[in-house]
């Protein structure tokens, strides 16, 4: 199965996208691989990103990347599309985080806007949310 399709067909509910325990618990082996000397900041990192995480429901984009050697084939525009997609099926507003400016650039493409920026350990970092797209449909009231 294509990445494209699987996320088209997933089917999943709009919940508060913060790890829960157990997630955040299954990220303790990783942490330790990058050096316990680096915990702190990465706590600092995904702590500061927490916060910036909006109140009303919403999916939460990340991480994702292409490999560089891949990149400029289309493939992040392939995924991009099939999650918008997905995101107008359900009505749903999207958000995601990003400490690269050319990936700014990128998501507004597929409709994303800034609603923050903050520097965090010293890297500029973005915040951005796209609102479901409503054309030649109304949205469900309820």
Known sequence: MKIADYIKQRDVSLEKCQLSFLDATRMIYPLLRIGVSNIPRCLKWTDTWKKADPSESHWHLGPVA??????????????????????????????????????????????FKIIGEEDILGVLNWYLQRPPSYVGQEPAHG
């Open 66 to 111: 292409i490999e560089s050697t891949r990149q400029g084939r289309g493939i992040g525009s392939i995924l991009m599309k099939a999650f918008i997609e997905k995101m107008d099926t359900l009505h749903a507003s999207s958000y995601l985080e990003t400490d690269k400016d050319i990936n700014v650039t990128f998501y507004e493409r597929f409709g």
